[in-house]
Protein backbone atom coordinates (compact mmCIF):
# COMPACT_ATOMS: atom_id res chain seq x y z
CA UNK A 1 0.00 0.00 0.00
CA UNK A 2 1.52 3.13 -0.84
CA UNK A 3 2.00 5.90 1.75
CA UNK A 4 -0.91 8.80 1.99
CA UNK A 5 -1.42 12.48 3.08
CA UNK A 6 -2.63 11.08 6.24
CA UNK A 7 0.67 9.49 6.86
CA UNK A 8 2.41 12.31 6.11
CA UNK A 9 0.27 14.71 8.38
CA UNK A 10 0.99 11.96 11.60
CA UNK A 11 4.58 12.77 10.94
CA UNK A 12 4.52 16.20 12.23
CA UNK A 13 2.12 15.30 14.95
CA UNK A 14 4.25 12.57 15.88
CA UNK A 15 7.92 14.45 15.39
CA UNK A 16 8.95 12.19 13.02
CA UNK A 17 11.00 13.63 10.32
CA UNK A 18 11.33 12.65 7.26
CA UNK A 19 13.10 12.71 4.17
CA UNK A 20 12.33 13.18 0.36
CA UNK A 21 13.49 12.90 -2.78
CA UNK A 22 13.17 13.79 -6.34
CA UNK A 23 13.14 11.09 -9.33
CA UNK A 24 12.24 11.00 -12.84
CA UNK A 25 12.58 7.55 -13.94
CA UNK A 26 11.39 4.07 -13.08
CA UNK A 27 14.83 2.45 -12.20
CA UNK A 28 16.05 5.43 -9.82
CA UNK A 29 12.84 5.80 -8.51
CA UNK A 30 12.67 2.37 -7.40
CA UNK A 31 16.24 2.52 -5.82
CA UNK A 32 14.76 5.46 -3.74
CA UNK A 33 12.24 3.63 -2.32
CA UNK A 34 14.47 0.54 -1.54
CA UNK A 35 16.48 3.03 0.65
CA UNK A 36 13.11 3.67 2.96
CA UNK A 37 12.15 7.01 1.21
CA UNK A 38 8.58 7.50 1.42
CA UNK A 39 7.49 10.79 -0.56
CA UNK A 40 9.30 11.21 -4.04
CA UNK A 41 8.54 14.71 -6.48
CA UNK A 42 8.68 14.29 -10.24
CA UNK A 43 9.95 17.87 -9.68
CA UNK A 44 9.67 20.29 -12.66
CA UNK A 45 13.80 20.00 -12.39
CA UNK A 46 13.70 17.74 -14.44
CA UNK A 47 13.89 20.66 -16.89
CA UNK A 48 17.77 21.16 -15.79
CA UNK A 49 18.82 17.61 -14.77
CA UNK A 50 17.68 16.12 -17.58
CA UNK A 51 16.83 17.66 -20.44
CA UNK A 52 19.83 20.44 -19.90
CA UNK A 53 17.48 23.50 -19.54
CA UNK A 54 19.17 26.63 -17.44
CA UNK A 55 16.03 26.90 -16.00
CA UNK A 56 12.68 25.18 -15.14
CA UNK A 57 10.27 27.38 -17.01
CA UNK A 58 10.79 24.98 -20.64
CA UNK A 59 9.04 22.03 -18.64
CA UNK A 60 6.03 21.14 -20.00
CA UNK A 61 3.11 19.25 -18.85
CA UNK A 62 3.77 16.10 -21.13
CA UNK A 63 6.87 16.04 -19.69
CA UNK A 64 6.01 15.79 -16.23
CA UNK A 65 2.96 13.14 -16.76
CA UNK A 66 5.90 11.13 -19.17
CA UNK A 67 8.39 11.12 -16.23
CA UNK A 68 5.50 10.58 -13.69
CA UNK A 69 3.94 7.46 -15.18
CA UNK A 70 7.73 6.35 -15.40
CA UNK A 71 8.04 6.80 -11.56
CA UNK A 72 4.76 5.21 -10.63
CA UNK A 73 5.78 1.98 -12.58
CA UNK A 74 9.07 1.60 -10.81
CA UNK A 75 7.45 2.37 -6.84
CA UNK A 76 5.12 0.16 -4.81
CA UNK A 77 4.91 1.79 -1.76
CA UNK A 78 5.70 5.80 -2.32
CA UNK A 79 3.81 8.74 -1.82
CA UNK A 80 3.92 9.73 -5.44
CA UNK A 81 3.85 13.56 -6.29
CA UNK A 82 3.75 15.48 -9.94
CA UNK A 83 4.85 19.00 -10.10
CA UNK A 84 2.43 21.38 -12.01
CA UNK A 85 4.87 23.32 -14.56
CA UNK A 86 5.09 26.98 -15.74
CA UNK A 87 1.59 28.41 -16.60
CA UNK A 88 -0.05 25.06 -15.98
CA UNK A 89 -2.25 26.25 -13.32
CA UNK A 90 -1.78 30.22 -12.99
CA UNK A 91 -4.73 31.36 -15.35
CA UNK A 92 -7.51 29.89 -13.52
CA UNK A 93 -8.12 27.37 -11.00
CA UNK A 94 -9.97 25.36 -13.35
CA UNK A 95 -7.05 25.09 -15.74
CA UNK A 96 -5.12 24.40 -12.78
CA UNK A 97 -7.66 21.35 -12.35
CA UNK A 98 -7.41 20.55 -15.71
CA UNK A 99 -3.45 20.30 -15.39
CA UNK A 100 -3.63 18.07 -12.03
CA UNK A 101 -5.93 15.55 -13.27
CA UNK A 102 -3.51 14.53 -16.36
CA UNK A 103 -1.26 14.07 -13.50
CA UNK A 104 -3.54 11.89 -11.68
CA UNK A 105 -5.27 9.97 -14.32
CA UNK A 106 -2.64 9.74 -16.89
CA UNK A 107 0.60 9.74 -14.73
CA UNK A 108 -0.58 7.91 -11.84
CA UNK A 109 0.54 10.30 -9.21
CA UNK A 110 -1.39 10.61 -5.88
CA UNK A 111 -0.95 14.40 -5.43
CA UNK A 112 0.48 17.19 -7.26
CA UNK A 113 2.63 20.07 -5.87
CA UNK A 114 2.39 23.67 -7.44
CA UNK A 115 4.09 27.50 -6.31
CA UNK A 116 3.12 30.10 -4.40
CA UNK A 117 1.23 31.50 -1.17
CA UNK A 118 -1.75 33.47 -1.00
CA UNK A 119 -2.29 33.80 -5.08
CA UNK A 120 -2.65 30.29 -5.42
CA UNK A 121 -4.25 29.77 -2.26
CA UNK A 122 -8.31 29.33 -4.29
CA UNK A 123 -6.47 27.37 -6.54
CA UNK A 124 -5.33 24.59 -3.59
CA UNK A 125 -8.88 24.83 -2.66
CA UNK A 126 -10.07 23.92 -5.55
CA UNK A 127 -7.84 21.24 -6.12
CA UNK A 128 -8.55 19.63 -2.74
CA UNK A 129 -12.34 20.37 -3.04
CA UNK A 130 -12.23 18.05 -6.18
CA UNK A 131 -10.49 15.29 -4.40
CA UNK A 132 -6.70 16.23 -5.53
CA UNK A 133 -4.26 16.53 -2.25
CA UNK A 134 -1.64 19.65 -3.07
CA UNK A 135 1.61 19.61 -2.02
CA UNK A 136 2.66 23.63 -1.61
CA UNK A 137 5.73 25.49 -2.20
CA UNK A 138 6.79 28.96 -1.06
CA UNK A 139 10.11 30.85 -0.53
CA UNK A 140 12.44 30.28 -3.78
CA UNK A 141 10.37 29.48 -6.24
CA UNK A 142 11.97 28.67 -9.48
CA UNK A 143 9.09 29.14 -11.83
CA UNK A 144 8.94 32.77 -10.84
CA UNK A 145 12.64 33.14 -11.44
CA UNK A 146 12.81 35.73 -13.92
CA UNK A 147 10.76 38.01 -11.26
CA UNK A 148 13.05 37.09 -8.66
CA UNK A 149 15.94 37.99 -10.72
CA UNK A 150 17.93 34.88 -9.56
CA UNK A 151 18.04 32.15 -7.20
CA UNK A 152 18.83 33.74 -3.89
CA UNK A 153 17.85 33.22 -0.68
CA UNK A 154 14.14 34.53 0.03
CA UNK A 155 12.10 36.16 3.16
CA UNK A 156 15.47 37.49 4.43
CA UNK A 157 13.69 40.97 5.87
CA UNK A 158 11.13 41.10 8.62
CA UNK A 159 8.59 42.12 6.03
CA UNK A 160 9.34 39.45 3.67
CA UNK A 161 9.24 37.08 6.18
CA UNK A 162 6.14 38.24 7.69
CA UNK A 163 4.59 37.66 3.71
CA UNK A 164 6.25 33.94 3.57
CA UNK A 165 4.47 33.38 7.30
CA UNK A 166 0.79 35.22 5.63
CA UNK A 167 1.87 32.54 2.67
CA UNK A 168 2.36 29.30 4.85
CA UNK A 169 -1.15 29.96 6.71
CA UNK A 170 -2.79 30.62 3.70
CA UNK A 171 -1.90 27.65 2.40
CA UNK A 172 -2.64 25.41 5.20
CA UNK A 173 -5.80 26.81 5.25
CA UNK A 174 -6.49 26.15 2.04
CA UNK A 175 -5.87 22.74 2.44
CA UNK A 176 -2.29 21.71 1.01
CA UNK A 177 -1.27 18.78 3.09
CA UNK A 178 2.37 19.88 3.56
CA UNK A 179 4.61 22.73 2.53
CA UNK A 180 7.35 23.00 0.53
CA UNK A 181 9.88 25.84 1.76
CA UNK A 182 13.13 26.73 -0.54
CA UNK A 183 16.00 28.96 0.51
CA UNK A 184 14.54 30.84 3.29
CA UNK A 185 16.31 31.50 6.42
CA UNK A 186 16.44 29.00 8.99
CA UNK A 187 15.01 30.65 11.97
CA UNK A 188 12.31 31.80 9.57
CA UNK A 189 12.01 28.18 8.74
CA UNK A 190 11.26 27.29 12.26
CA UNK A 191 9.27 29.41 12.77
CA UNK A 192 6.93 28.83 9.78
CA UNK A 193 7.17 24.95 11.04
CA UNK A 194 5.58 25.73 14.48
CA UNK A 195 2.63 28.38 13.07
CA UNK A 196 0.75 25.79 10.77
CA UNK A 197 -0.30 22.44 11.27
CA UNK A 198 0.73 20.84 8.08
CA UNK A 199 4.31 19.52 8.10
CA UNK A 200 6.96 21.82 6.33
CA UNK A 201 9.74 20.08 4.15
CA UNK A 202 12.78 22.19 3.62
CA UNK A 203 15.34 22.92 0.30
CA UNK A 204 17.92 25.18 1.54
CA UNK A 205 15.83 26.58 4.96
CA UNK A 206 17.84 25.21 7.69
CA UNK A 207 17.41 22.01 10.07
CA UNK A 208 13.96 22.87 12.23
CA UNK A 209 11.79 21.89 9.13
CA UNK A 210 9.28 18.72 9.38
CA UNK A 211 11.05 17.00 6.23
CA UNK A 212 13.85 17.68 3.73
CA UNK A 213 13.94 17.60 0.05
CA UNK A 214 16.90 17.24 -1.84
CA UNK A 215 17.44 16.75 -6.29
CA UNK A 216 18.44 12.92 -6.25
CA UNK A 217 21.30 14.21 -9.19
CA UNK A 218 22.83 16.37 -6.17
CA UNK A 219 22.74 13.81 -3.72
CA UNK A 220 24.65 11.08 -5.28
CA UNK A 221 27.31 14.16 -7.18
CA UNK A 222 26.14 13.28 -10.79
CA UNK A 223 26.86 16.65 -11.68
CA UNK A 224 30.96 17.49 -11.92
CA UNK A 225 31.39 20.73 -11.12
CA UNK A 226 29.15 22.91 -8.82
CA UNK A 227 27.10 21.43 -6.19
CA UNK A 228 24.12 24.02 -4.38
CA UNK A 229 24.66 25.57 -0.90
CA UNK A 230 21.73 23.65 0.10
CA UNK A 231 22.88 19.69 -1.12
CA UNK A 232 25.58 17.83 0.46
CA UNK A 233 26.98 14.88 -1.90
CA UNK A 234 26.62 11.65 -0.48
CA UNK A 235 28.01 10.24 -3.47
CA UNK A 236 30.51 11.03 -6.16
CA UNK A 237 28.51 8.83 -8.85
CA UNK A 238 29.89 11.29 -12.32
CA UNK A 239 33.28 10.32 -10.99
CA UNK A 240 32.28 6.81 -10.85
CA UNK A 241 30.13 6.44 -13.96
CA UNK A 242 33.34 8.67 -15.53
CA UNK A 243 35.73 5.95 -14.63
CA UNK A 244 33.74 3.30 -15.74
CA UNK A 245 33.00 4.30 -19.16
CA UNK A 246 36.74 4.79 -19.91
CA UNK A 247 37.46 1.15 -18.69
CA UNK A 248 34.53 0.00 -20.80
CA UNK A 249 35.59 2.17 -23.86
CA UNK A 250 39.28 0.74 -23.09
CA UNK A 251 38.50 -2.46 -23.23
CA UNK A 252 36.10 -2.36 -27.02
CA UNK A 253 39.55 -0.53 -28.00
CA UNK A 254 41.66 -3.00 -27.07
CA UNK A 255 39.63 -6.07 -28.01
CA UNK A 256 39.31 -7.25 -24.22
CA UNK A 257 35.54 -6.94 -24.19
CA UNK A 258 33.37 -8.31 -25.42
CA UNK A 259 35.19 -11.90 -24.33
CA UNK A 260 33.85 -15.71 -24.74
CA UNK A 261 32.13 -14.77 -21.19
CA UNK A 262 29.91 -11.75 -22.56
CA UNK A 263 29.26 -13.59 -25.94
CA UNK A 264 26.94 -16.68 -26.81
CA UNK A 265 28.09 -19.22 -29.06
CA UNK A 266 26.49 -21.67 -31.68
CA UNK A 267 26.58 -25.57 -31.20
CA UNK A 268 29.28 -27.01 -33.03
CA UNK A 269 27.23 -29.13 -35.01
CA UNK A 270 25.16 -25.97 -36.11
CA UNK A 271 28.47 -24.12 -37.33
CA UNK A 272 29.56 -26.95 -39.10
CA UNK A 273 26.51 -27.44 -41.09
CA UNK A 274 26.17 -23.56 -41.59
CA UNK A 275 29.59 -24.02 -42.98
CA UNK A 276 28.80 -26.32 -45.54
CA UNK A 277 25.95 -24.86 -46.92
CA UNK A 278 28.44 -21.51 -47.22
CA UNK A 279 30.52 -23.42 -49.16
CA UNK A 280 27.55 -25.39 -51.51
CA UNK A 281 26.86 -22.01 -52.33
CA UNK A 282 30.20 -21.02 -53.46
Same mark, same amino acid.
Not at 38 to 51: E, K, N, T, Y
Not at 188 to 214: K, M, V
Not at 231 to 255: C, F, N, P, S
Given at each position: ???? @? ?57 ? @? ?18 ? &?? #? &? ?8 ? %? ?15 ? %? ?61 ? #? ?13 ? %? ?28 ? &? #? ?32 ? #? ?12 ? &? ?11
Amino acid at each position: MRTT @ISDVRSWKKSGTRFATLTAYDASMAAIVEAAGVRLILVGDSLGMVFQGHDSTIPVTLDD @IVYHTRAVVRGTKTALVVSD &LP #F &LTYHKSPEQA %LDSAGRCIQEGGAQAVK %LEGGRTVAATVKRLTDAGIPVLGHIGLTPQSIHQLGGYGTQGKTASQAKALLDDAQSLNDAGA #FAVVLECVPSELAAL %LTHSISIPTIGIGAGPDCDGQIQVIHDILG &L #FAGFVPRHAKQYATLADTARQAIERYAAEVEGHA #FPDGQHSVAMKPDA &LETLREQIQDLE
